[in-house]
């Protein structure tokens, strides 16, 4: 075999090793997570005192960490930081795109169509939320198990 047939077939042997690796990544554990699991169900990064004494501005933000468009904020209404959170989407479910909260006006914009929304959540998909342990526990995917 000469050298050029040679490196044409290592050529072709790894383009076919990149691509089945690919697929092999994309098809992985990760791509489902009722057969892997390997996500937590709930989000509980957050300490309730912390998060109550921040959101007196108005609701904090915190994008999805695995980009599945759950960007969400959480507000709090003042009282203890045992009860009174609210957690609900930070995308606007007709455009599909962020709400920025506005500071000066209190309100939550669309950044495509500039709507406005209250910033206290009551036009969003809300996450059931809860405080245990000192840890602020909400659930990212209370949707998919009431469809199962």
Do not use: W
Request: charged fraction near 30%; include cysteine; hydrophobic fraction near 35%.
């Amino acid at each position: 075999m000469s050298a050029n047939a040679r490196r044409l077939l290592l050529g072709a042997i790894t383009v076919i090793a990149v691509i089945v690796g690919l697929f092999a990544i994309a098809a992985g554990p990760g791509s489902d997570r009722e057969v892997s699991n390997l996500g937590s169900d709930e989000f509980d990064s957050l300490r309730p005192e912390k998060v109550a004494r921040d959101a007196a501005e108005g609701p904090l933000f915190f994008p999805d960490p695995i980009r599945e468009g759950r960007d969400i904020y959480v507000a709090h209404d003042g009282g203890p930081a045992t009860e009174g959170f609210t957690v609900f989407s930070a995308l606007n479910s007709e455009t599909g795109c962020l709400l920025q909260y506005e500071r000066d006006t209190g309100d939550l914009v669309d950044v495509c169509d500039g709507s406005r929304h209250p910033a206290d959540g009551s036009t969003q998909l809300r996450y059931p939320v809860e405080v245990r342990d000192d840890r602020l526990i909400i659930d990212l995917n209370f949707e998919e198990r009431d469809q199962q």
